[in-house]
C-alpha cells in the first residue's frame, strides 16, 4: 500500500521490485530525495 506521512515521505510495502518502481515515482512526484520504506 502506498501512503504520505506528515512529512510527504513515500511509504511503501511491496515487493522490492515494486518498492522500487513506486518510490522512483514518488521522488518524481514529490520533486525530493528524502523518501522512505515502511515495512
Known amino acids: 500500500m502506498l ?3 506528515s512529512k510527504m515521505n513515500c ?3 511491496m515487493p ?3 518498492v522500487t ?3 522512483l ?3 518524481r512526484i514529490i ?3 528524502n523518501y522512505a520504506f515502511a515495512a
Open 21 to 23: 518502481l513506486v518510490n
Open 3 to 5: 501512503g504520505f506521512d
Open 16 to 18: 522490492s521490485l515494486a
Open 31 to 33: 520533486g525530493e530525495n
Open 25 to 27: 515515482d514518488c521522488k
Open 11 to 13: 511509504h511503501v510495502s
